[in-house]
């Protein structure tokens, strides 16, 4: 499959302090990867600098061999560059219905128009009904989002970004937080994602990234110290050296 | 494992059909109210007018605070840019009423503009603070440019030609006042249906998160550009108003205290529902034309005691008391909350 999406010497230091260190990675089309790390290992630093939450300090961001590190967040995430939060991040006022049928619109160009009803166009109708169902958000979609389980406002989360019809999608952290009665529904969305889709996790849970993930990445003080099949990712030293803490420390720059 | 796609039935239809019932609903006590203003205090329909004229601000600052959770303590700047406007145009010759809110409608909007692009430069604190340089830019603007606004003295002497050619505004204010009502209404419904359009529902997404609207592809700064221009638009009718009615513009009406007084009324009558605006302006200004006739002397301290109480009681404004108590009124009917 050709290659969809690529970093280069993707590189972020706060004062002297580097959290993310030549960062090449590349993704096609279909692909399934799990950026693991401990704490404070730059997984979401890296997301924010793909996205464009952050601007890097050098580097680049390709998409669909585009360069697009110029560009703000808004405008990759219309290329069709988009994540979810670790946090979650949604609107406690409104409906899972609402939130996707404004990111519906939003994706049609239609967000932004005064003259119009929210709701009223079928076509938008029946395809935010279609998304709610496959992540079985069907019994809650007129809840307002502060009064559905935590889980299902993750699965909501997923739901916004797939209205998006991304072409790469980062999860960051999809399972976070989530009782683990509930996580076998965020596992049974994960393996239906769009088979064509681009998918980069960071996860901690590595039940869950062994079960997804058909490639894994190890970022450590801000580099990739591993690359390759989560089958091999348990026996390499040097994971398990930065997992005992010996790259744990960000080291300063020179 | 568990089945996600679980075959269910289909959501159920849309609830326009309420709104529309409780909107409608909302429209006839509009009217009500302002039909029974009308026939309870025939003396005091110019005091009712000023009262629809301030509304129009107190809306106009919800769709800034409420809707998008921009604060400002400067709304009277776009209010006054209306009123002005109007006047000016007024002692020029424009003298056709309608003609002259749509020339308060576009000076309005003109000074949202303005004002929005300067404030949407910052966040919070900065943001509020930026809003009362404005209008005490504003308010020195229009001191000083005495050439064309009066200075201190105001504007004075232009007198508004009859309505549709027919209805002369009379002494009373009677005139002005049903003028005053139809734009009010006309208002609030094209407003209901601003906030009920797809851009109404990006602007509550703003106000929560807007990191989260960015993330789904949305540009934050046009958006609520957009709304600064509505809410001039409609601030500047208020103001238009003001000047048809009273055929008097002074600084009073690019005031930092109209500004303040303009958040007070909104929190008052709770933010985000267009009804707490018209709720709060009610009450703020029939509290203050009571008290302060009882008591002259300490009125302003009889409203902030209810300013105090309304905000520990019901912190939604006195608007959202209302839809807090509506569920437990419905359940003692029987009906499902």
């Keep these: 499959m050709s290659e969809l999406f690529r970093v280069e010497g993707l590189s972020k230091s706060f004062g002297g302090l580097a959290v993310s260190r030549e960062i090449d990675l590349a993704m096609n089309a279909g692909d399934r990867l799990a950026l693991i790390g401990p704490n404070g290992a730059g997984k979401t630093t890296f997301v924010n600098l793909v996205t464009g939450q952050l601007r890097p300090s050098s580097g680049r961001v390709v998409l669909n061999g585009e360069d697009v590190t110029g560009l703000g967040a808004v405008r990759r995430v219309r290329k069709g560059l988009v994540r979810t939060f670790q946090v979650t991040r949604l609107f406690s006022d409104l409906t899972p219905e609402e939130h996707v049928t404004l990111t519906v619109l939003q994706r049609l160009g239609r967000a932004t128009r005064i003259i119009g009803r929210f709701r009223g166009d079928a076509e938008v109708s029946a395809e935010v009904e279609s998304l709610l169902r496959t992540l079985g958000l069907l019994d809650v979609a007129r809840r307002k989002v502060g009064e559905i389980a935590y889980g299902q406002q993750r699965l909501l989360e997923i739901a916004i970004a797939l209205a998006l019809k991304p072409k790469v999608l980062l999860l960051d952290e999809p399972a976070a937080g989530v009782p683990s009665t509930e996580t076998p529904r965020i596992e049974q969305a994960l393996e239906h994602l769009p088979p064509s889709l681009a998918v980069l996790m960071i996860e901690h849970d590595m039940d869950l990234v062994f079960r997804f993930a058909r490639r894994v990445v190890v970022l450590a003080a801000g580099e990739i110290i591993f690359e390759g099949l989560p089958s091999d990712v348990a026996a390499n030293e040097k994971v398990r050296e930065a997992y005992l803490g010996n790259y744990a420390h960000a080291r300063r720059v020179a | ?337």
């Excluded at chain 2, 300490?298 to 959202?320: E, F, K, Q, R, Y």
């Design chain 2, 1 to 337: 494992m568990q089945v996600i796609a679980k075959s269910r039935p289909v959501a159920s239809p849309p609830k326009a059909a309420g709104h529309l019932v409780r909107d409608g609903a909302g429209l006839v006590l509009i009217l009500a109210a302002g039909a029974a203003g009308y026939w309870l205090f025939p003396d005091n329909l110019a005091l009712l007018t000023r009262v629809i004229a301030i509304a129009l601000l107190v809306l106009s600052l919800d769709l800034l605070v409420g809707y998008c959770g921009v604060a400002s303590l400067g709304q009277a700047t776009l209010f006054g840019a209306g009123a002005y406007a109007a006047g000016m145009a007024c002692l020029r010759g424009v003298t056709e009423p309608m003609t002259l809110i749509a020339i308060g409608a576009v000076a309005g909007a003109c000074a949202g503009l303005v004002m929005g692009t300067i404030m949407l430069r910052a966040h919070g604190l900065a943001q509020l603070v930026l809003s009362i340089a404005i209008v005490q830019l504003a308010h020195e603007a229009a001191n000083k440019a005495s050439a064309y606004t009066g200075g201190s003295d105001g504007l004075a002497g232009f007198s508004p030609s009859p309505l549709f050619g027919t209805f002369e505004f009379d002494l009373w204010g009677r005139t002005a006042y049903l003028f005053g009502l139809g734009l009010l209404v006309l208002v609030f419904i094209a407003l209901k249906f601003v906030v009920a359009s797809p851009f109404g529902v990006l602007c509550r997404g703003i106000k929560e998160d807007p990191v989260r609207i960015r993330s789904m592809g949305a540009f934050v700064f046009p958006v609520l550009l957009k709304m600064f221009v509505i809410s001039g638009a409609v601030a500047g009718m208020g103001g238009a108003l003001a000047a048809i009615s009273t055929q008097v513009v002074g600084l009073d009406s690019v005031s930092f205290e109209l500004s303040a007084n303009s958040l007070v009324m909104l929190v008052l009558g709770g933010l985000g529902s267009l009804y707490g605006a018209l709720i709060g302006t009610v009450i703020f200004m029939g509290f203050e034309h009571v008290v302060s006739a009882i008591n002259p002397f300490h009125w302003m301290t009889m409203v902030g005691a209810l300013l105090i109480a309304v905000v520990l009681v019901a912190p939604g404004g006195l608007g959202g008391l209302v839809s807090r108590l509506r569920p437990r009124l419905r359940g003692r009917n029987g009906e499902q909350p």
